[in-house]
């Protein structure tokens, strides 16, 4: 028997095209899902091979700086080395110029003249004392300046002092101690041989 068809055939093609669109919605819903979960792997990778190369350049970097650091204290410590060797060597300089000086200061009292106190501050000496008189203080003076050790004395001030019978000048000298060598070691223009 031959089919009648009592439905409308455009109908059915209507219900076949709504279903072929609905699998065809269903199918690509199902492929958008699956790209956007593999795109979301993908960052995800990314992401977390980044971080982890971000961790290993934090610990490189912490471990620079505390190579830094440790330069930094080693290059202090070379310093306040050096420092120390430098004053060693200066004080190594300057062992003969003390005997060359308390030897001048000898030679350069002359008789009447007692001394009561020598400080130095570098080159420069202050002498203090007393003398039998103001000449004898002027001798001194004298003596200091044909010194080949010391130079340019100073008088800072003579005080008269009656002590019993006697009558004393107490003074106060100043004068520049002649380096035996420059800072740089070399035996400095001037000095005495």
Known sequence: ??????????AELRQKRK?????????????AVGVIYLSKLTVQGWTSAQQGRNEVLRTEIAALEKQIQEISNLETQ???????????????RSRPEVVHLFDELVNAIPEGVYLTGVTQQGTRIEIKGNAQSSTRVSALMRNIDDSEWLRAPGLEGVDFVTAGTERNAQFTVFAEQVPMASPDGEIAQGAPK
């Open 1 to 10: 028997m031959p089919r009648i068809n009592l439905l409308p055939w455009r």
């Open 78 to 92: 070379r310093d306040r080395l050096r420092a120390r060797l430098q004053v060693i060597t200066q004080l190594q």
């Open 19 to 31: 279903k072929e669109f609905m699998v065809a919605l269903a199918g690509s819903l199902i492929v």
